[in-house]
């Protein structure tokens, strides 16, 4: 191996170490999409001290555990495969539920008619509930990553966008525009509702 390696040039070791570097930059440029924007495993945070937000529990996820018992484990692994952060998650489901038993079984619905944990509407809850009852948890936990997933896919790197979707409804002007041209939270809030902005900014703040 040694006399192998003494038989390299300098001009060999130049065009190697060239070669590696531009592999590098090729594989880095496929993490990119088309508007340029880079993939990242980094929780994205969106600090709004303009609006009162929600005041999560310090004790988050173990009140999540009990609210979703044997099913706690199944959820995870599902938010693992499609990529979702579990504090973004159970923060979401929170804000929505507050993991209160008379919501989660629906003795309560929203005046808007949105039922149980993850507050589904009837008309998405076909769509994504599988067959299932909306007043079960273990039936919305299963059902709540499949509408994140496609939220995230249809915004991809924009967890912002997908929880305003979520709240708002995805089909929204303001949002597809601002997945379009990149526009970041701080530019395009003002043309989200009240209740939304504040949504996305509880979900998503330190």
Same mark, same amino acid.
């Given at each position: 191996?040694?006399?192998?390696?003494?038989?390299?040039?300098?001009?060999?070791?130049?065009?190697?170490?060239?070669?590696?570097?531009?592999? *590098?930059?090729?594989? =880095?440029?496929?993490? !990119?999409?088309?508007?340029?924007?880079? #993939? @990242? /495993? $980094?929780?994205?945070?969106?600090?709004?001290?303009?609006?009162?937000?929600?005041?999560?529990?310090?004790?988050?996820?173990?009140?999540?555990?009990?609210?979703?018992?044997?099913?706690?484990?199944?959820?995870?692994?599902?938010?693992?495969?499609?990529?979702?952060?579990?504090?973004?998650?159970?923060?979401?489901? *929170?804000?929505?539920? =507050?993991?209160?038993? !008379?919501?989660?079984?629906?003795?309560? #619905? @929203? /005046? $808007?008619?949105?039922?149980?944990?993850?507050?589904?509407?009837?008309?998405?809850?076909?769509?994504?509930?599988?067959?299932?009852?909306?007043?079960?948890?273990?039936?919305?936990?299963?059902?709540?990553?499949?509408?994140?997933?496609?939220?995230?896919?249809?915004?991809?790197?924009?967890?912002?966008?997908?929880?305003?979707?979520?709240?708002?409804?995805?089909?929204?002007?303001?949002?597809?525009?601002?997945?379009?041209?990149?526009?970041?939270?701080?530019?395009?809030?003002?043309?989200?509702?009240?209740?939304?902005?504040?949504?996305?900014?509880?979900?998503?703040?330190?």
């Amino acid at each position: 191996m040694n006399k192998l390696l003494k038989s390299i040039t300098k001009e060999e070791w130049i065009i190697g170490g060239a070669v590696a570097i531009l592999v *590098y930059v090729i594989f =880095s440029n496929k993490k !990119s999409d088309k508007k340029g924007r880079k #993939s @990242s /495993s $980094a929780r994205m945070v969106v600090d709004d001290t303009s609006l009162t937000r929600v005041n999560f529990p310090s004790d988050l996820e173990e009140r999540f555990k009990q609210v979703s018992g044997s099913n706690y484990d199944r959820f995870i692994q599902d938010l693992n495969e499609i990529g979702l952060d579990k504090e973004i998650a159970m923060r979401q489901l *929170y804000a929505e539920s =507050s993991y209160s038993p !008379s919501v989660i079984n629906c003795s309560i #619905s @929203s /005046s $808007a008619g949105a039922r149980g944990i993850a507050q589904f509407m009837p008309s998405t809850w076909t769509a994504y509930g599988g067959g299932g009852n909306i007043c079960n948890v273990g039936d919305s936990l299963k059902a709540y990553p499949r509408l994140m997933k496609d939220l995230m896919k249809q915004f991809p790197n924009r967890i912002d966008l997908a929880l305003a979707g979520y709240n708002w409804g995805s089909n929204r002007s303001v949002l597809k525009n601002a997945y379009t041209n990149n526009t970041p939270y701080e530019e395009y809030k003002s043309g989200l509702p009240t209740e939304t902005k504040k949504y996305v900014a509880s979900i998503l703040r330190p």
